[in-house]
């Protein structure tokens, strides 16, 4: 999710922290988007409503399989032949927005702008809330590793306590940043640490590096009127964590990705959205590899430091790409999917009028070898399924399917649902199973839908905004071999060995 937001260069210090929009200006957001959505909105999800919530029981959903070119009822669940619906657990914290998802042992671990919950997923057909952890901060994106729990925060805090209030940007007393809570004991987790970062933390990845753990903090806007986050915000904060001392841990720099200044986006480049930091980054350890999704440029990068990332190449689009958002890496290697985060994900870019091209993922191989490695565009993919004017859709969260021999993904597409994709030929990707729901609400512009979905250990587990949490099975020959892949942890943004 794209917030209505801002970043100041390097500052760390206590000083100006940006503000949300008020939530009155919802209604005119929502408006606005129904009536043109534009290609570089932005909306804050705080400025939202998410739908409501589903029955609390965790029963199967049932559902049918969804008629060419048909859009199911309000709330309705659909679902290809080869996705087999097993468990709903209702969002633990009614009236905030799910976010990310990670997954260790039998635990899932769930995001939640008002906090995180912890679920024993021992049987993917009754998931079991462990604990559920109150700790507001937009958007509380989510890692582990260890006894260690990472959170994101993106808003401004009146200080960096779970008890904290959102409060103007002007408050000297602000806080935004990074998150540490120590999980040893899953039903009690303790907060431990907090590290603040250059305009926030929006969202975090974990790079495992012997005695170390580094976290490379992912902070951005395209509003410039916030103080602290003003270009030229170019680069990306790094805190390192000692695992035997995690309250030691601290910003250790902030290497700059974009020393000319990135993407200049509009009014040079209509449409895109200027590059004043990266919304997230995926690193692939074993190759010692990153690729940074940065708001108007992608980029790949050398991680053989980790504290001192090195750019190898960095490509635009900037005839349909709005928003670069996240990025997965192939097992080999050799690809690389972009998500566009059209609309900043509150936008209805799944209908007819947007098209197949806008709002999509980009598939990129990976050429050449060492520093002359280059990023080269193949093909656009789009759920071929259109959605309702009242439903905001776009590309968002996915991970890989572990599946032998081919490049398969489950990707999240808000209220546009769970997708299965098939990437092994680069220029001819296709979807191959969904699940969905039919739109929130049939009169106006609705905030829900798959926030993440992602595949762990034989299962698809998608954070619902409004609905919660939703354990998928995917029956497909395609995918069989990946059933047999276990993982003991799983942070997508860390990419494992599958192998």
Same mark, same amino acid.
């Given at each position: 999710?794209?917030?209505?937001?801002t970043?100041?260069?390097?500052?760390?210090?206590?000083?100006?922290?940006?503000?949300?929009?008020?939530?009155?200006?919802?209604?005119?957001?929502?408006?606005?988007?129904?009536?043109?959505?534009?290609?570089?909105?932005?909306?804050?999800?705080?400025?939202?409503?998410?739908?409501?919530?589903?029955?609390?029981?965790?029963?199967?959903?049932?559902?049918?399989?969804?008629?060419?070119?048909?859009?199911?009822?309000?709330?309705?669940?659909?679902?290809?032949?080869?996705?087999?619906?097993?468990?709903?657990?209702?969002?633990?914290?009614?009236?905030?927005?799910?976010?990310?998802?990670?997954?260790?042992?039998?635990?899932?671990?769930?995001?939640?702008?008002?906090?995180?919950?912890?679920?024993?997923?021992?049987?993917? @057909? /009754? &998931?079991?809330?462990?604990?559920? *952890?109150?700790? +507001?901060?937009?958007?509380? #994106?989510?890692?582990?590793? $260890?006894?260690?729990?990472?959170?994101?925060?993106?808003?401004?805090?009146?200080?960096?306590?779970?008890?904290?209030?959102?409060?103007?940007?002007?408050?000297?007393?602000?806080?935004?940043?990074?998150?540490?809570?120590?999980?040893?004991?899953?039903?009690?987790?303790?907060?431990?640490?907090?590290?603040?970062?250059?305009?926030?933390?929006?969202?975090?990845?974990?790079?495992?590096?012997?005695r170390?753990?580094?976290?490379?903090?992912?902070?951005?806007?395209?509003n410039?009127?916030?103080?602290?986050?003003?270009?030229?915000?170019?680069?990306?904060?790094?805190?390192?964590?000692?695992? @035997? /001392? &995690?309250?030691?841990?601290?910003? *250790?720099g902030? +290497?700059?990705?974009?020393? #000319?200044?990135?993407?200049? $986006?509009?009014?040079?480049?209509?449409?895109?959205?200027?590059?004043?930091?990266?919304?997230?980054?995926?690193?692939?350890?074993?190759?010692?590899?990153?690729?940074?999704?940065?708001?108007?440029?992608?980029?790949?990068?050398?991680?053989?430091?980790?504290?001192?990332?090195?750019?190898?190449?960095?490509?635009?689009d900037?005839?349909?790409?709005?928003?670069?958002?996240?990025?997965?890496?192939?097992?080999?290697?050799?690809?690389?999917?972009?998500?566009?985060?059209?609309?900043g994900?509150?936008?209805?870019?799944?209908?007819?009028?947007?098209?197949?091209n806008?709002?999509?993922?980009?598939?990129?191989?990976?050429?050449?070898?060492?520093?002359?490695?280059?990023?080269?565009?193949r093909?656009?993919?789009?759920?071929?399924?259109?959605?309702?004017?009242?439903?905001?859709?776009?590309?968002?969260?996915?991970?890989?399917?572990?599946?032998?021999?081919?490049?398969?993904?489950?990707?999240?597409?808000?209220?546009?649902?769970?997708?299965?994709?098939?990437?092994?030929?680069?220029?001819?990707?296709?979807?191959?199973?969904?699940?969905?729901?039919g739109?929130?609400?049939?009169?106006?512009?609705?905030?829900?839908?798959?926030?993440?979905?992602?595949?762990?250990?034989?299962?698809?587990?998608?954070?619902?905004?409004a609905?919660?949490?939703?354990?998928?099975?995917?029956?497909?020959?395609?995918?069989?071999?990946?059933?047999?892949?276990?993982?003991?942890?799983?942070?997508?943004?860390?990419?494992?060995?599958?192998?």
């Open positions: 999710m794209t917030p209505n937001h970043a100041d260069p390097r500052r760390t210090g206590r000083g100006s922290r940006r503000a949300r929009t008020a939530a009155a200006a919802a209604g005119g957001l929502l408006a606005a988007l129904l009536a043109a959505h534009p290609a570089a909105a932005t909306p804050d999800p705080g400025d939202l409503s998410p739908g409501a919530g589903a029955p609390r029981s965790a029963a199967p959903p049932a559902g049918r399989v969804l008629p060419p070119g048909g859009i199911p009822g309000q709330d309705e669940i659909v679902h290809s032949p080869n996705i087999t619906p097993l468990a709903n657990i209702p969002r633990a914290f009614p009236n905030d927005i799910n976010t990310d998802l990670a997954f260790q042992g039998r635990y899932a671990y769930a995001g939640n702008y008002g906090g995180f919950t912890i679920y024993d997923i021992a049987d993917p @057909k /009754a &998931p079991k809330t462990v604990s559920t *952890v109150l700790c +507001p901060g937009g958007q509380n #994106d989510i890692s582990v590793h $260890g006894d260690l729990l990472f959170l994101s925060t993106d808003s401004s805090r009146s200080d960096d306590s779970c008890n904290s209030v959102s409060q103007p940007a002007t408050e000297k007393s602000s806080w935004e940043g990074i998150k540490i809570f120590d999980i040893k004991d899953k039903k009690n987790p303790r907060y431990i640490k907090s590290v603040e970062t250059a305009c926030g933390s929006h969202t975090h990845t974990l790079v495992p590096n012997g170390d753990i580094f976290v490379y903090v992912a902070s951005y806007s395209p410039e009127a916030f103080p602290d986050c003003r270009p030229p915000h170019d680069g990306i904060s790094v805190v390192k964590v000692p695992r @035997k /001392a &995690p309250t030691r841990a601290a910003v *250790v902030f +290497p700059v990705l974009f020393p #000319d200044g990135g993407n200049p $986006g509009a009014p040079t480049n209509p449409g895109v959205s200027k590059t004043t930091g990266c919304h997230d980054i995926t690193v692939l350890p074993s190759k010692r590899l990153a690729a940074g999704a940065c708001m108007g440029d992608g980029i790949l990068f050398d991680i053989r430091d980790p504290e001192r990332p090195r750019v190898i190449d960095r490509v635009q900037n005839t349909n790409f709005a928003f670069w958002h996240s990025a997965t890496f192939n097992e080999k290697a050799d690809k690389v999917v972009f998500t566009d985060e059209l609309g994900g509150g936008g209805a870019t799944c209908n007819e009028a947007t098209g197949p806008r709002g999509a993922n980009g598939i990129y191989d990976i050429t050449g070898r060492g520093d002359h490695r280059k990023l080269a565009f093909s656009y993919f789009k759920i071929p399924r259109h959605q309702a004017d009242t439903e905001n859709c776009v590309a968002h969260n996915g991970s890989l399917v572990p599946a032998a021999g081919r490049d398969i993904m489950v990707q999240a597409w808000y209220q546009g649902g769970v997708s299965v994709w098939d990437f092994t030929d680069s220029a001819e990707p296709r979807e191959i199973g969904y699940f969905e729901r739109p929130l609400g049939s009169d106006a512009l609705s905030f829900g839908g798959s926030w993440s979905a992602y595949y762990y250990n034989g299962h698809v587990y998608s954070n619902d905004i609905k919660g949490l939703d354990v998928l099975r995917i029956d497909d020959r395609r995918t069989d071999s990946a059933a047999r892949v276990r993982l003991d942890r799983l942070n997508v943004q860390t990419q494992p060995v599958y192998r």
